[in-house]
């Protein structure tokens, strides 16, 4: 999105359509960084597959920002991905306060599930791993080439049954 005079939008700033904007600012500040090393056609192609993955899984789910969602989401995900010939890596953070996961492509964190940590993640978070330096979620203590491999790890280590992954 672009302000009067073709400016990139800041906290605040009177759009085109005479609205404040706040959260397109920031949304579109870190867009920038989306595109760090990856082909543009594969982010949007990306994006717009986890955006049909966001789509369905609120659907599903009784949750705004699709807590407890992300082994779900992550599974589906890599399911479309892999139909459209787009490999990604499942990986796991495990920390003190819970689990997550999450995809990664070509060195970049795909997650439709941010939004439980933080409503200042998109819906759909696409970014380079270098960015995400530091983030306790983001932090890969295991990687899966299968959403079986990560079943039977969330089924071993007895992760409550509303949040392992489908089967399919």
Same mark, same amino acid.
């Given at each position: 999105?672009?302000?009067?005079?073709?400016?990139? @939008?800041? @906290?605040?700033?009177?759009?085109?359509?005479?609205?404040?904007? =706040?959260?397109?600012? =920031?949304?579109?500040?870190?867009?920038?960084?989306?595109?760090?090393?990856?082909?543009?056609?594969?982010?949007?192609?990306?994006?717009?597959?986890?955006?049909?993955?966001?789509?369905?899984?609120?659907?599903?789910?009784?949750?705004?920002?699709?807590?407890?969602?992300?082994?779900?989401?992550?599974?589906?995900?890599?399911?479309?991905?892999?139909?459209?010939?787009?490999?990604?890596?499942?990986?796991?953070?495990?920390?003190?306060?819970?689990?997550?996961?999450?995809?990664?492509?070509?060195?970049?964190?795909?997650?439709?599930?941010?939004?439980?940590?933080?409503?200042?993640? @998109?819906?759909?978070?696409?970014?380079?791993?270098?960015?995400?330096?530091?983030?306790?979620?983001?932090?890969?203590?295991?990687?899966?080439?299968?959403?079986?491999?990560?079943?039977?790890?969330?089924?071993?280590?007895?992760? @409550?049954?509303?949040?392992?992954?489908?089967?399919?």
């Amino acid at each position: 999105m672009k302000l009067k005079g073709g400016k990139i @939008p800041v @906290p605040g700033a009177i759009g085109t359509d005479g609205l404040r904007i =706040i959260q397109i600012a =920031i949304d579109s500040v870190l867009c920038r960084c989306y595109y760090y090393g990856m082909d543009k056609s594969l982010h949007d192609t990306i994006s717009a597959i986890a955006q049909g993955v966001r789509y369905w899984a609120e659907a599903k789910s009784n949750r705004d920002d699709l807590s407890g969602w992300c082994a779900k989401c992550s599974a589906e995900l890599h399911r479309r991905l892999e139909k459209e010939g787009i490999y990604a890596e499942i990986h796991l953070c495990d920390t003190e306060w819970g689990s997550h996961v999450y995809l990664v492509v070509e060195d970049h964190i795909v997650d439709v599930t941010a939004t439980q940590f933080s409503s200042f993640y @998109p819906d759909v978070m696409i970014r380079h791993q270098r960015e995400m330096d530091g983030e306790e979620f983001f932090t890969t203590t295991e990687t899966f080439k299968s959403v079986d491999k990560l079943r039977e790890l969330q089924k071993k280590n007895k992760w @409550p049954s509303y949040q392992i992954a489908y089967s399919r």
